[in-house]
């Protein structure tokens, strides 16, 4: 029996694994199905059989087509995307003919942005910004600022994917960088136009990787390092007990470098219209000068950013000295089911892990068991949920917490179809995460597998006695002060520590096996603590097809028995986490903001305003589709007792509306006729409805007063 079975994240201990399952059925193992086959799911009344269609999975997950297509709306959805954006928010309008500018620099984070106190960008939420503006038809173009980038090369694939979905819309799409190198250059070249001033520094002299080696180092320290590793390519290992490097380690950095390099240049040649043989002979000269970029074709022209600004001047509307324009932060608030994107009854939740994994609490930034279990054990339970994707991003950590994890992805995987999507990084315990789910995706790009352990101490005798420091430790029990640091390793602690080793690699190891459906040998063949890029560990088992987010999404559908081309909502779950410090900076702008929201002139204008002519707002704060009203007398009445609240202003939006609604819910009948606002709590996608079919929308939790 579990020591805890409840919802809260807080609230999942240490120990999960003897929960009994309660799906009635087996996962069926990756690839090992073909044809039609029912399963059980879990749903809104118990469990029901649905029927997977497992060579349209297979089809999925071989195809070599983009997994974000453009596909043109009907007239009949252009007519209706029309209609609600004329009836949009008014924060969420802006002016046609206008160009949608993004800035593109440092590191992207994987998940959402909080509301408040959030700096940087999001991959998921640029990725949204671009399927919104193909569909936009106030829309005309994109530009792109690319600046010096801090992310891996999967992240930069899964962005110009979606680059090359906005370019099939048929709209123009520019980029613009002053500095960079490889990476910089390969997401610039994904819009068809490319400027640079003459000035640039875009540095295209191909790619390296190295080394550290740290064993002399600590020899000259007093210090010993005492490691042991199982899996020969498992670098970490190296770094600590070698000066140079190992055959093993120099063939698997090899073979990536080869990869990453392959993958720049055959996607450089395609979009820039040139032979690989030419990129490799423009990578040999090092060229410097930005002038030969542009007459050879590398680059469309030189322009600096004021130049780039009075292009663009021409191709939107509005003022000829003006460029009409909207940005990140302002396009991130319009809603994608204005577009028909995210619009279905059924839903699939993405759950987005991303940094080290440790074994802390709920609250800690980066991966925690407690945190991700409890995320997991909501959506087992949440009924609108058909279907899960577990999106990774790790390089591993905590050996336990990665276990806890695995267990709980297992049990999720018996309820409910769960798809793990690969995001730069997901290898040793990253992996871990993602093989317990029923098909793994990855980009061709990411770097992931590492089944290997490597554990260890540093004995420090050396340097105690450089330094004057004495250390004495009584202790009792064999192994009491196996991991003590003032001496080295004694014959029989050292034995234990390689049998521990050995017995979390074995375990791991099997797993993996298990997970994948292989057997412990042919798994220890590609184990051994190597790592692969994407593409790599689709040819040898370790992920079942290649794409990101969008390509595990529709995989989730088909296990899930959703009928290829029906519509769903796509739920994010989680969101980046804002330090104390940027909630600080953040909290004088939101209160006031919220402040002005909450004021009888602003709940009047803005709210009552943006709803004409509705005639009522509906609040489900059971999250059951089901609608409680409130009419416009009762939002009058809310309107005048919002100065009230305005004392509460420096709480959240989530905090506040709920408060304000309270009072105005109960009772008050809905009327049948007008177009309906919807707010729902905790979802992405909102009802609506009414006799004049008009209807508007708002996203996520109480993003009405966003």
């Not at 799906?23 to 059989?49: F, M």
């Not at 106030?138 to 980038?149: H, I, N, Q, S, T």
């Not at 000035?199 to 550290?212: E, P």
Request: overall charge negative; proline content about 4%; aromatic content about 6%.
């Amino acid at each position: 029996m579990a020591l805890s079975t409840e919802d809260d994240a807080s609230a999942v201990t240490a120990t999960v694994a003897a929960e009994a399952p309660a799906a009635p059925a087996e996962r069926v193992p990756p690839n090992s199905a073909t044809g039609t086959a029912e399963r059980k799911v879990k749903g809104k009344k118990g469990y029901e059989t649905v029927t997977v269609d497992y060579d349209r999975v297979r089809d999925l997950l071989a195809s070599s087509e983009t997994d974000v297509p453009f596909v043109a709306p009907s007239g009949a959805e252009a007519f209706w995307t029309k209609l609600k954006l004329a009836f949009a928010l008014p924060w969420r309008r802006f002016k046609g003919e206008s160009v949608l500018v993004l800035k593109v620099g440092g590191s992207l984070s994987d998940k959402q942005l909080p509301r408040f106190g959030a700096k940087g960008q999001s991959l998921p939420e640029l990725a949204m910004a671009l399927r919104k503006a193909a569909l936009d038809p106030r829309v005309v173009g994109v530009a792109v600022k690319v600046e010096p980038l801090s992310v891996g090369w999967a992240k930069l694939q899964e962005l110009s994917a979606h680059l090359d979905h906005f370019r099939a819309s048929g709209k123009f799409s520019m980029s613009y960088l002053e500095l960079g190198g490889e990476k910089e250059y390969y997401l610039a070249s994904a819009c068809d136009e490319v400027y640079v001033p003459e000035s640039a520094s875009l540095s295209l002299r191909g790619l390296s990787v190295s080394g550290s080696f740290l064993r002399e180092a600590f020899e000259k320290a007093g210090v010993e390092p005492e490691v042991r590793r199982i899996g020969k390519y498992k670098s970490a290992g190296d770094q600590l007990l070698r000066r140079d490097m190992s055959e093993p380690q120099r063939e698997q950095l090899t073979a990536l470098l080869d990869d990453i390099f392959a993958e720049f240049v055959s996607r450089v040649a395609a979009r820039r219209g040139k032979t690989e043989a030419e990129v490799l002979e423009l990578i040999d000269r090092g060229e410097y000068d930005m002038a030969a970029l542009a007459r050879e074709g590398w680059v469309t022209g030189l322009r600096y950013e004021t130049d780039v600004e009075d292009l663009l001047k021409g191709r939107t509307g509005g003022k000829e000295d003006q460029v009409r324009q909207v940005g990140y932060k302002k396009y991130r608030k319009v809603s994608p089911t204005a577009f028909g994107i995210g619009a279905g009854k059924k839903a699939v939740a993405v759950v987005r892990a991303s940094g080290g994994i440790t074994n802390g609490s709920a609250s800690d930034q980066g991966i925690t068991a407690k945190k991700v279990i409890g995320q997991l054990r909501r959506l087992r339970k949440d009924p609108r949920v058909a279907a899960v994707v577990l999106r990774v991003d790790s390089p591993g950590g905590d050996a336990l917490a990665s276990d806890l994890m695995w267990d709980e992805i297992r049990r999720m995987s018996k309820e409910k179809p769960i798809v793990a999507s690969m995001a730069d990084t997901a290898a040793s315990g990253g992996y871990y995460m993602a093989m317990g789910c029923e098909r793994i995706v990855a980009e061709p790009l990411t770097i992931t597998g590492s089944v290997g352990v490597v554990t260890g101490k540093f004995n420090l005798e050396g340097l105690y006695g450089k330094i004057g420091l004495a250390k004495e430790v009584i202790s009792r029990g064999k192994y009491a002060q196996v991991l003590s640091d003032n001496r080295a390793l004694s014959d029989a602690e050292a034995e234990l520590f390689d049998r521990q080793a050995r017995f979390a690699y074995e375990s791991f190891r099997n797993k993996a096996a298990a997970s994948r459906g292989k057997t412990d040998e042919d798994m220890e063949e590609v184990a051994q603590g190597r790592v692969w890029t994407g593409r790599a560990a689709l040819g040898i088992g370790l992920v079942d097809g290649l794409g990101g987010v969008a390509r595990a999404v529709e995989v989730a559908k088909a296990l899930a028995g959703i009928e290829d081309g029906e519509r769903v909502r796509v739920l994010e779950v989680s969101k980046a986490e804002a330090s104390p410090l940027q909630l600080l900076q953040g909290g004088a702008a939101a209160a006031a903001a919220l402040a002005g929201a909450l004021s009888p002139e602003g709940l009047r204008d803005g709210l009552l305003g943006a709803m004409q002519p509705a005639d009522a707002l509906l609040w489900d704060d059971e999250g059951d589709d089901g609608a409680d009203g409130a009419g416009l007398a009762a939002l009058a009445a809310l309107a005048a007792r919002s100065a009230l609240a305005g004392a509460a202003a420096g709480g959240s939006a989530q905090a506040v509306l709920p408060q304000l609604l309270g009072g105005a819910v109960a009772g008050v009948p809905v009327p049948a006729a007008g177009a309906v606002l919807a707010v729902m709590e905790g979802a992405d996608e909102l009802v609506g409805g009414g006799a004049a079919g008009a209807v508007v929308r708002a996203e996520g939790d109480m993003d009405i007063l966003a």
